[in-house]
């Protein structure tokens, strides 16, 4: 999944889709209500680019998608590449190489 990021109609959709439809797109239109809590903690965060919240997306669901998870985990990330001032696209995606467990252990 976090192929797609190099794939610049994908690309595309990262700059131009809200976080529910990209939600909707990487999951296959199977949003269930753990998706629905993890995406309404991103709500009134207002710190990343609408883009770098897609990148997150991406890098969140090529790990969970169809897996039960913490539903804060989301906001979580979310809250660590604002720490980390992942303001670009390309930043995003550099971010998307860290191992996704250890981030998330590391926050907990």
């Not at 990148?55 to 985990?73: Q, W």
Request: proline share 4%; charged share 20%; aromatic share 12%.
């Amino acid at each position: 999944m976090l192929n797609l990021l190099n794939n610049p109609d994908f690309v595309q959709k990262c700059e131009t889709a809200s976080p529910f439809d990209m939600v909707k797109y990487l999951t296959g239109g199977n949003i269930r209500g753990l998706e629905k809590i993890a995406l309404g903690t991103l709500a009134n965060r207002k710190q990343l680019p609408p883009n770098v919240v897609n990148v997150l997306i991406v890098y969140f669901f090529s790990t969970f998608a169809n897996k039960v998870y913490d539903r804060n985990d989301l906001a979580r990330l979310y809250d660590y590449w604002a720490s980390n001032h992942v303001y670009s696209f390309g930043k995003a995606q550099e971010m998307t190489n860290e191992d996704i467990e250890k981030v998330l252990a590391g926050l907990k």
